[in-house]
């Protein structure tokens, strides 16, 4: 099974502020990469798929990139409504597997 | 709108069976691969089972295999899972999601709300 590990498990941060999540794979997945955002209580949003393709109706403050197995979510410029846990999953092979989650708390 | 709306949820003792069934609207069912995923309290999420557009191929999570089905209904728009075996550890909620693409292997760009399984005596 393909292991993902996000860091950091939880950040702190303040509104403007430029925000940056890692997700690792533990073998190559190419660009087989999502990343979600999930507050609480609600089901979880597609942001980015293809490691860096903007999902519609996402905010263009949201980016991804990388390749193989490093990966990064960025948030250029962090919003009161962005404060909430992210996700990355890989969808190279089965099983589909997530990330721990990065909780984005408020400063 | 687009939208997946899960039921079937429910207390069950350990050992015990329950159908989780999710409805789907405004998009063409049958093209697209379908998954349950699901969220123990306070935990990240799980991948449990997907099954194609056509209900013709599955794959299931090894901690569910051999105790949970997954399978479809394409005329009535309906996504099931048949939960048997149940322990503890399969308390979670559970929530069905879209393919982005018609590949089985995807993101999942549509998400029902979920719906709660406990399993507890």
């Known amino acids: 099974d393909i292991q993902m590990t996000q860091s950091p498990s939880t950040l702190s941060a303040s509104v403007g502020d430029r925000v940056t999540i890692t997700c690792r794979a533990s073998q190559s997945i190419s660009s087989w990469l999502a990343w979600y955002q999930q507050k609480p209580g609600k089901a979880p949003k597609l942001l980015i798929h293809k490691a860096s393709s903007l999902e519609s109706g996402v905010p263009s403050r949201f980016s991804g990139s990388g390749s193989g197995t490093d990966f990064t979510l960025t948030i250029s410029s962090l919003q009161p409504d962005d404060f909430a846990t992210y996700f990355c999953q890989q969808y190279e092979s089965f099983p589909l597997t997530f990330g721990g989650g990065t909780k984005v708390e408020i400063k | 709108e687009v939208q997946l709306l899960e039921s079937g949820g429910g207390l069950v003792q350990p050992g015990g069976s329950l159908r989780l069934s999710c409805a789907a609207s405004e998009f063409t069912f049958s093209r697209y691969a379908m998954s349950w995923v699901r969220q123990a309290p306070g935990k990240g999420l799980e991948w449990v089972s997907v099954v194609t557009g056509s209900g013709g191929s599955t794959h299931y999570a090894d901690s569910v295999k051999g105790r949970f089905t997954i399978s479809r209904d394409n005329s009535k728009n309906t996504l099931y899972l048949q939960m048997n075996s149940l322990i503890a550890d399969d308390t979670a909620v559970y929530h069905c999601?879209?393919?982005?693409?018609?590949?089985?292997?995807?993101?999942?760009?549509?998400w029902g709300q979920g719906t709660k399984v406990t399993v507890s005596s």
């Open positions: 999601a879209k393919a982005l693409t018609p590949a089985s292997d995807d993101a999942f760009d549509i």
